[in-house]
Nanobody, 127 residues
Framework: VQLQASGGGQVQAGDSLRLACAAS????????MGWFRQAPGQEREFVAA??????STYYADSVKGRFTISRDNDGLYLQMNSLKSEDTAVYYC???????????????????????WGQGTQVTVSS
């Protein structure tokens, strides 16, 4: 079972990037999925999450209005606009066990909710 994140790169402040996460080995169509990021020397932090149905989305305050999470049958995505230097980090996609569970809002931010993690893709934003 694997999640493969891609789409990272080095960009200038104000630019956009679109991250993608593809799954192999099992379907994640019934899973809550999310994006987290980890900057050097810092803990991994929540960025965005989407319910298993795609009907609900959740964002960290630091990215709200700039990032958009979405999903389709082929994978999970994170559209990142108006990038800032503080967005520089390794970005990880994650999925829960896939039981079509609906959680309360704050629960989506917890790393412990997610059972499967991708390997990460580096995003570097230069100011």
């Amino acid at each position: 079972v694997q999640l493969q994140a891609s789409g990272g790169g080095q960009v200038q402040a104000g630019d956009s990037l679109r991250l993608a996460c593809a799954a192999s080995g099992r379907t994640f169509s019934n899973s809550v999925m999310g994006w987290f990021r980890q900057a050097p020397g810092q803990e991994r932090e929540f960025v965005a999450a989407i319910s298993w149905s795609g009907g609900s989305t959740y964002y960290a305050d630091s990215v709200k209005g700039r990032f958009t999470i979405s999903r389709d049958n082929d994978g999970l995505y994170l559209q990142m606009n108006s990038l800032k230097s503080e967005d520089t980090a390794v970005y990880y996609c994650a999925a829960d066990e896939g039981s079509r569970t609906t959680y309360t809002g704050p629960m989506y931010k917890s790393r412990s909710l997610y059972n499967y993690w991708g390997q990460g893709t580096q995003v570097t934003v230069s100011s």
